[in-house]
Nanobody
Framework: QVQLVESGGGLVQAGGSLRLSCAAS????????MGWYRQAPGKQRERVAA???????NYVDSVKGRFTISRDNAKNTVYLQMNNLKPEDTAVYYC????????WGQGTQVTVSS
């Protein structure tokens, strides 16, 4: 069973940066598109960024120009570099396969203070 382990969250002031990491177990990672998702209190989970196996990326409009998704297939790891963070980015962040969700990990909390 695939395991997804997110890390790198924390408390930052508005305008600050964080880099999230997600380590995935199993052999499917390098052939699969991956996504970063977030869920704020009282809101539905949304995908904020995705990256194909070949490195093509896309982003939700609210994070374009501020967030960058990348991956290291040798390490089975996907990253999310978050710059110029805003209070509305506060959420629990998760990674998962873009096209076929596996069991969700515990996520990593990102809190942005104003």
């Amino acid at each position: 069973q695939v395991q997804l382990v997110e890390s790198g969250g924390g408390l930052v002031q508005a305008g600050g940066s964080l880099r999230l990491s997600c380590a995935a177990s199993g052999s499917a990672f390098r052939f699969s598109a991956m996504g970063w998702y977030r869920q704020a209190p009282g809101k539905q989970r949304e995908r904020v960024a995705a990256i194909t196996a070949g490195g093509i990326t896309n982003y939700v409009d609210s994070v374009k120009g501020r967030f960058t998704i990348s991956r290291d297939n040798a390490k089975n790891t996907v990253y999310l570099q978050m710059n110029n963070l805003k209070p509305e980015d506060t959420a629990v962040y998760y990674c998962n396969f873009r096209d076929s969700w596996r069991q969700w990990g515990q996520g990593t909390q990102v809190t942005v203070s104003s």
